[in-house]
């Protein structure tokens, strides 16, 4: 059975959670995501029982009103989802950017859901003043009502009752944790927010984020990071410090829906980043096999 992905969302890591998970420990108290985005991880470890209890923390407040009632309050998403849904056929592209305004002035979990599952690959975009401002894509009519409503009813049975929902700066969420728990990290990629883009974290700041790393170190906290990955030979994001002392794994993704379009053979690789105090729990050789494999830390940052 396919896991439940009631909220899409560009760069979702939920073909790529079961290669995560196997750098996760054999035991551990809550899963926490500060960058939750599509929740991708929290729902593949709930599925998977690797996980009883979650956090999930993202600033996108109106993105966290959606989790909440799709954990917590289903029937009523659903139908609202049912109805914007039915309410486009006929004038489709007109109506999305009605239901775009009606987001922008009201904030309201319902309309986000309805515009992530119509507009250009589900990729969350807004401008210098907070308004969503991604166009439709006009190919397609969005989810099926009936398949989101599956996806919104599983997801609740997997996390009513043993998740806690946030929006607030990461910083706070990471003061949190402790050594019993597992953080997973997906932060937005640098540039997030330039151009018209959504300054999705407030513009985090890389020397911030850096020493809260260190922190989370000096606690032994374990975590995973995805941060950066590679193209054929063009890598994205700047290097972490080596004296963080993660270990660098890097996943084949496969083919880029990009490199498809060009007719492209490029293969994608994305990286995570293991944390001193997660080695410590796992045995890194068996979890390595020959399939994903070890590369060298990047360089010191600075």
Request: charged share 20%.
């Amino acid at each position: 059975m396919k896991l439940p992905h009631p909220i899409p969302y560009q760069g979702s890591k939920r073909n790529l959670a079961d290669q995560i998970m196997r750098f996760y420990p054999d035991d551990f108290n809550r899963l926490i995501e500060p960058f939750a985005g599509s929740a991708a991880m929290t729902i593949a470890s709930a599925f998977y029982f690797k996980a009883n209890h979650f956090i999930i923390n993202d600033i996108n407040e109106p993105l966290t009103q959606l989790w909440d009632s799709i954990i917590n309050n289903p029937k009523s998403i659903i139908k609202h989802y049912h109805d914007i849904w039915h309410g486009q056929h006929g004038n489709e592209e007109e109506y999305y950017y009605q239901i775009r305004d009606k987001f922008n002035e009201t904030r309201k979990p319902e309309y986000l859901l309805f515009l992530l599952a119509k507009c250009v690959k589900a990729a969350v975009r807004y401008n210098a003043q907070g308004g969503f401002n991604q166009s439709p894509d006009k190919r397609r009519l969005g989810r099926n009502p009936q398949m989101m409503r599956d996806d919104i009813l599983r997801v609740s049975h997997l996390l009513k009752g043993k998740i806690e929902i946030f929006s607030t700066d990461y910083s706070n969420i990471l003061d949190l944790a402790s050594s019993d728990d597992l953080i997973y990290m997906d932060p937005p990629y640098q540039g997030t927010g330039l151009n018209g883009g959504f300054n999705y974290s407030g513009n985090i700041e890389f020397e911030n984020f850096v020493v809260s790393l260190f922190e989370l170190n000096n606690k032994d906290i374990p975590y995973i990071l995805s941060y950066d990955g590679r193209t054929g030979n063009k890598t994205f994001g700047n290097p972490l410090p080596d004296n963080l002392n993660l270990t660098k794994i890097e996943i084949n993704a496969g083919r880029s829906s990009q490199a498809t379009l060009l007719n492209r053979n490029e293969i994608t690789y994305e990286a995570v980043f293991l944390s001193p105090a997660l080695v410590a729990k796992i045995d890194l050789q068996k979890v390595i096999g020959n399939q994903i494999y070890q590369t060298d830390l990047f360089a010191t940052h600075g």
